[in-house]
C-alpha cells in the first residue's frame, strides 16, 4: 500500500527523504517513572499500528520521546540505549526524537501541541463515556525532553477521557499538520489492553543486545544456568523506597521479608537454595536482607554494576538487567502494584514459564495478602 502522496510503503514500513512524512509525537507526566512509559508506548503504537493495518496513516511514524528526567535517572536517553529499536520498527515504524531533530533542516517546530487534562468528573450520570472538549485553560509543564530549540506554533487543551484512538478525531481537525504533539500521554487508555494485539506489541519491545548479554552472563556465571528458563534460581523484585513508607499496608517490613522469601522457597521449589534479588533499596537494607537470607541457608545475588558497567547503561540499563535476570528465573516473586514488577510478568508470559511461576507477590508480614491479577499472554 502507497500513502496518498506515493511516498510511503506500508510493508517496508519506510518512506522516501523529504516524503509526505508526519509525525506523532507524545510526553508523558514527568514524574513518572521507566515502566509506567513503557506502556504508554504501548497506547501510542498500537494505536497507529492498527490504523495502518487498516490501510490508514501510512505516511506517519511515531516519534520515541527520549527517557528524560526520570526518577533518579540521567536525562535525555535515547531508546536504542535500553531497547532494540529495530525490533520495535517490526511492528509500527518509529524513529528517534534525535533523528527527526536533525533530519529539519531548520530547528524543529510541532504544528500543533495537544495538551490532554483529565475532566474533573470522569462520571456524567454515573457513566464513563469516552470523550473530548476543547477548552482555554491550560499550561504546557513538560521541556521538549530537554530540547530548548523545540517550539510549538500553536497549543490547543483538550480534556481528554477514553481510548487513545479517539486521538485520531483531534489530529483530523488539521489534516495538513506535519508534527502533531501530545503532552500527558499517559491520559488516554489502552484500546485493547491483555489482546493479541497487546502482546504483538509488547514481544517488539526486545531490550538492547548489550543489556540482555550482560544479564546471559551474570546467569551463567552466579546462577549457574544457561538455557532460557533457568530451573537454578528463585527471583524477588523487592520495591523499596517510596512503597516501603507509603504502602506498608502491601509490603513486608525489612525484617519480615527473608522469613517470606524463606516460606515461599520452601512452598514452592524446595530444591532451590539460590535467590536473586532486584531491587531499589537502600545499601543497608540489602545487607541486612542479604545476611538474614544467608542465616536461612541461601545463597543471594544481586546484580551490582562496576563503575565502568553503571557509565554504560546507566540506572535505566541496570533496571533493565535486574529485570532480565528476574524473568529467567524458575520462580518470580514481585512487589504488589509495581509496574516494574508487571513488566517482568509479561517477559516471563512470552518466554513461556506456567504462570503458577510469575504471578506471586510479597505480602504485608500479616502474611495475608490478595494474589496478583494474571495477565496471561495471547499468542
Ligand atoms: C507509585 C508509583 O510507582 C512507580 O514505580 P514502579 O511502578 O515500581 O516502577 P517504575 O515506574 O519503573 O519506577 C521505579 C524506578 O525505581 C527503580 N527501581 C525499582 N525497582 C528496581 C530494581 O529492582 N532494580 C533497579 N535497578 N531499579 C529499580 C528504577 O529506576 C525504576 O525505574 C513510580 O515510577 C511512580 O513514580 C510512582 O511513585
Not at 516519534?63 to 531497547?83: C, I
Not at 536482607?289 to 540499563?317: A, T
Not at 516473586?333 to 516494574?340: A, E, I, L, Q, R
Request: glycine share 6%; aromatic share 12%; net charge positive.
Amino acid at each position: 500500500a502507497k500513502d496518498d502522496n506515493g511516498f510511503c510503503d506500508a510493508s517496508a514500513k519506510h518512506c522516501k527523504p523529504g516524503s509526505g512524512e508526519k509525525f506523532l509525537m507524545y510526553d508523558v507526566n514527568p514524574p513518572e517513572g521507566f515502566n509506567l512509559r513503557r506502556d504508554v508506548y504501548m497506547r501510542f503504537a498500537i494505536m497507529l499500528a492498527e490504523t495502518q493495518k487498516m490501510g490508514k496513516k501510512i505516511n506517519w511514524r511515531l516519534v520515541l520521546p527520549p527517557w528524560h528526567r526520570l526518577y533518579h535517572w540521567k536525562s535525555g536517553l535515547p531508546w536504542n540505549k535500553f531497547f532494540d529499536v529495530n525490533s520495535l520498527k517490526t511492528y509500527v515504524p518509529v524513529i528517534e526524537l534525535q533523528e527527526v531533530v536533525s533530519n529539519s533542516i531548520t530547528p524543529l517546530k510541532i504544528d500543533r501541541l495537544y495538551v490532554l487534562q483529565n475532566y474533573e468528573n470522569a462520571f456524567e450520570d454515573g457513566v464513563f463515556h469516552d470523550k473530548w472538549t476543547i477548552t482555554d485553560d491550560c499550561k504546557y509543564d513538560g521541556l521538549f525532553w530537554g530540547y530548548n530549540n523545540i517550539t510549538v506554533k500553536e497549543t490547543v487543551c483538550v480534556n481528554f477521557q477514553g481510548k487513545i484512538s479517539k486521538l485520531w478525531e483531534l489530529i483530523a481537525l488539521h489534516p495538513k499538520d506535519k508534527y502533531v504533539m501530545f503532552s500527558h500521554g499517559e491520559i488516554p487508555l489502552h484500546t485493547s489492553y491483555g489482546t493479541k494485539t497487546y502482546w504483538d506489541c509488547r514481544k517488539s519491545m526486545k531490550f538492547n543486545t548489550g543489556l540482555v548479554k550482560t544479564a546471559k552472563n551474570f546467569i551463567l556465571q552466579f546462577l549457574n544456568c544457561k538455557i532460557e528458563k533457568c530451573t537454578t534460581y528463585l527471583s524477588v523484585h523487592w520495591r523499596r523506597r517510596d512503597f516501603a513508607y507509603s504502602r506498608g499496608k502491601d509490603v513486608p517490613s525489612l525484617q519480615g521479608t527473608a522469613k517470606q522469601i524463606d516460606q515461599i522457597a520452601k512452598d514452592n521449589v524446595p530444591d532451590i537454595k539460590t535467590i536473586f534479588i532486584a531491587t531499589d533499596a537502600s545499601e543497608t537494607e540489602v545487607r541486612t536482607l542479604e545476611n538474614d537470607l544467608k542465616e536461612l541457608g541461601y545463597k543471594v545475588n544481586f546484580f551490582i554494576p562496576s563503575k565502568k558497567e553503571l557509565e554504560m547503561y546507566k540506572d535505566g540499563g541496570i533496571a533493565i538487567i535486574d529485570q532480565v535476570i528476574c524473568s529467567h528465573a524458575a520462580f518470580f516473586v514481585g512487589t504488589h502494584d509495581s509496574t516494574f514488577t508487571f513488566r517482568i510478568q509479561e517477559e516471563r508470559e512470552i518466554l513461556g514459564f506456567p504462570s503458577s511461576t510469575t504471578f506471586n507477590r510479597l505480602c504485608p508480614d500479616t502474611g495475608k495478602c490478595e494474589k496478583p491479577s494474571k495477565w496471561t499472554i495471547v499468542n
